[in-house]
């Protein structure tokens, strides 16, 4: 079952900050983040595991709330590099497919 | 290093068609899964390996048949296409221990007329 992603889309200012979440249904072992520009593959980014350990990006930091299957992406002091779309996908516990939300827009503006 | 490497990266095809996309990896990941992306659908799981001679099917499997007969090759075979199968589709790999994030390549955007 697809995690639900919010916002949509989100337009920024450079150096403005940008919250994206990812919520699911189920009890979840991982969240990954990835971030894909346009016509590119997507860039893993994050991960987060049961238990609180965190893999990835220096300059962008996450959370994962497992109570709530809940995930958040935070982006501080956007860059416009930071543009593209960011997807969240998740893990089951016992299961080895990762899927996919249906993806945050960030368009970063000078 | 090259990463995980698809090929065609572009291929028109005629309904009811054959034909088999190429997806090698050399970074000896034993994961390796198909991916199709469609506008507004985000990334949909079509098949995945956790290592030679193991597959099982993702969320959109039908139409598609896998095989996985080496670590590094796993090549994703469409039967019979449809217009329903044009979509922009990626390879990506792992390490099977779920600590780690995935490596895409670059894609093989298909075109079914």
């Known amino acids: 079952q697809q995690p639900v992603q919010s916002p949509q889309a989100v337009i920024l200012r450079e150096g403005e900050d940008a919250v994206i979440n990812c919520s699911s249904s189920?009890?979840?072992?991982?969240v990954h983040w990835y971030r894909q520009k346009h016509g590119e593959a997507p860039v893993f980014l994050m991960i987060l595991l049961k238990g609180g350990e965190q893999k990835g990006h220096e300059k962008i930091s996450a959370s994962f709330n497992e109570k709530k299957q809940q995930s958040s992406l935070y982006l501080t002091a956007s860059q416009l590099s930071y543009s593209g779309t960011y997807f969240c996908?998740?893990?089951?516990?016992?299961?080895?497919?990762?899927?996919f939300g249906k993806g945050t827009k960030l368009t970063v503006n000078p | 290093n090259a990463g995980v490497t698809q090929t065609p990266k572009f291929q028109v095809l005629k309904t009811g068609q054959s034909m088999t996309l190429q997806c090698a990896q050399d970074?000896?990941?034993?994961?390796m899964s198909w991916y199709r992306q469609d506008p507004g659908m985000g990334l949909r799981l079509i098949h995945y390996?956790?290592?030679?001679?193991?597959?099982d099917q993702g969320e959109v499997p039908n139409g598609y048949n896998v095989s996985r007969s080496t670590t590094e090759d796993f090549p994703l075979r469409l039967l019979s296409a449809a217009p329903s199968q044009t979509s922009v589709y990626f390879c990506a790999s792992s390490y099977v221990d779920r600590g780690f994030g995935y490596t895409f390549g670059s894609g093989t955007r298909l075109t079914v007329v």
């Open positions: 390996s956790v290592g030679a001679g193991i597959t």
């Open positions: 189920k009890a979840l072992y991982s």
């Open positions: 970074m000896n990941h034993e994961y």
């Open positions: 996908g998740t893990l089951r516990g016992g299961s080895e497919k990762l899927v």
